[in-house]
């Protein structure tokens, strides 16, 4: 397997994919290993997590440029993408304790009852290229910290990341036969699926993730789903400062060359402030940075993969015949790496496939809408939940949108954010099951209930 920078198109490695043998085989020595963890205990383990977050911390030089290197994000934005990781790190080493530890229903009848909560075993940690850090440790963490063995399948386009954040749990101290990572494209996710594991985790796109769900019923152990989504801002008429708002829509819409999860896919404005929404939003895409990602002062890199640049291509194109009015980018620049420019398309309607189904690139439509009830309408015309985002001063007239909203996420005057505190879920064809939170710490563990007399 090849890793190929996308901003140069030159290999940077070349890599050995694992086989279904050696598959098995980490798996085997997971099976040996899993239960001396679940022994250890809960404070130990968590200590081991401790010596994980400083390492990233000590390490993010080396990381940053790695993870830009093999995903193109620019190098600030890797940066960022450890910090936020460190605090997710962080809230499970703080919250793993009062979540897990052992919950007494009944103490003084003469029958008493208990909660314990037990590891899964060994799940699968199947993962996406976009955010390897940030999606890995939603897992990886809590299911470590939980006393689970891992297996991890960084997706193929982040593998030396993925590497990495195994070279550096083992010197945290956690043991070789509890985290194993998978090297490979989707034959190796797929070998994961044949084996008896105890659980799936996986982030990713809609079509594979339904695959592994189909793939894994039989099993009856959990699975949890993180995909895609198509999500909405609404910017209703109410707002002041249309130049903060097309600023925050615009980096929603464009952070990490458009290829987030919770980006900003769709807008939706209010007929009275749509003109200056649109010069303004235009007028700012149009200064944003686009280059070497190892530069510090990118904005814009290239997108991670060369398959992309097509599929934006024919959103674009689509748009145009449909009636869409293409101010700001379009087409890929025309040089080395995958490079593809903020894109703005404005008319845009639901006709349109940039409207209906996830870009995950810099493009982005923008629609006018007559009032609130016609923008619910329309942010809800999707298979996707995942987020929806309405900006207005006026929190009663946000809040009905949100509430009418079949998401996981919703945001007043903000967007594309996520909490470790929050549950982090989405709904319809964006997942299953959730993430972060408490939720996210019990996901790892299934209850066993005590019934005690004597
Ligand atoms: P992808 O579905 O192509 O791949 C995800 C992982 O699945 C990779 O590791 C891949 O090797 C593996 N895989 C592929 N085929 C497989 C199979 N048959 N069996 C088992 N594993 C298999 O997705 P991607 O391109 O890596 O990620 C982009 C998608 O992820 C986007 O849709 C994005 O919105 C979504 N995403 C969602 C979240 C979230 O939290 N909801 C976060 C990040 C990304």
Not at 114 to 123: F, S
Not at 142 to 170: C, D, F, W
């Amino acid at each position: 397997m090849q890793i190929i920078n996308p901003a140069t198109e030159e290999v940077i490695q070349d890599i050995a994919e694992d086989s279904p043998e050696a598959i098995l085989k980490k798996f085997q020595s997971l099976k040996e290993g899993q239960p001396s963890w679940a022994a250890v205990p809960l404070k130990k383990r968590i200590t081991c997590i401790e010596r994980f977050y400083a390492l990233l911390d000590e390490e993010k030089d080396t990381l940053s440029k790695t993870l830009t290197m093999e995903v193109g994000k620019p190098l600030q934005q890797s940066y960022n993408e450890l910090n936020g990781a460190r605090k997710r790190i962080e809230y499970f080493i703080k919250n793993s304790d009062r979540w897990l530890a052992d919950e007494w229903i009944t103490e003084e009848d003469a029958t008493r009852e208990k909660i314990v909560y037990e590891p899964l075993g060994i799940i699968a940690n199947i993962s996406a290229w976009n955010y390897p850090y940030l999606v890995g440790v939603n897992v990886f963490i809590p299911a470590l910290i939980g006393g689970n063995g891992v297996m991890y399948k960084p997706s193929e386009y982040a593998t030396l990341t993925g590497l990495h954040i195994q070279r550096l749990l083992y010197q945290a101290g956690i043991p070789e036969d509890v985290f194993q990572i998978v090297i490979g494209k989707g034959m190796a996710g797929q070998a994961l699926l044949e084996l008896p594991l105890n659980g799936y985790f996986f982030t990713g796109s809609y079509r594979t993730g339904r695959y592994i769900a189909e793939h894994t019923a039989s099993k009856l152990v959990p699975v949890q789903l993180e995909l895609g989504g198509k999500d909405p801002l609404y910017v209703m008429d109410d707002v002041e400062d249309i130049d903060s708002v097309a600023e925050a829509a615009l980096e929603g819409a464009v952070y990490n060359n458009g290829q987030s999860c919770c980006a900003v896919e769709r807008i939706y404005v209010h007929e009275n402030v749509y003109d200056r929404f649109i010069d303004t939003f235009v007028s700012k895409a149009k200064k944003l940075a686009i280059g070497n990602p190892l530069d510090k002062a990118t904005e814009i890199g290239p997108l991670s993969r060369k398959e992309q640049i097509d599929f934006l291509m024919q959103q674009v194109d689509d748009a145009k015949e449909n009636g869409g009015k293409l101010l700001l980018g379009g087409g890929p620049l025309q040089q080395s790496g995958y490079f593809f420019p903020p894109t703005v398309v404005v008319n845009a309607n639901h006709k349109m496939k940039l409207m209906t189904e996830e870009s995950f690139g810099p493009v982005i439509g923008i629609q006018k809408v007559k009032d609130d009830q016609e923008a619910v309408q329309l942010m809800k015309d999707t298979p996707y939940g995942l987020t929806a985002a309405v900006y207005s001063k006026d929190f009663k007239r946000a809040e009905d949108v949100m509430k009418q909203m079949d998401t996981g996420t919703v945001y007043w005057n903000c967007c594309d954010r996520v909490s470790a505190g929050l549950p982090w879920s989405g709904r319809k064809s964006s997942g299953l099951g959730a993430t972060l939170s408490y939720m996210g710490i019990r996901a790892f563990v299934q209850p066993k209930a005590y019934h005690l007399r004597g």
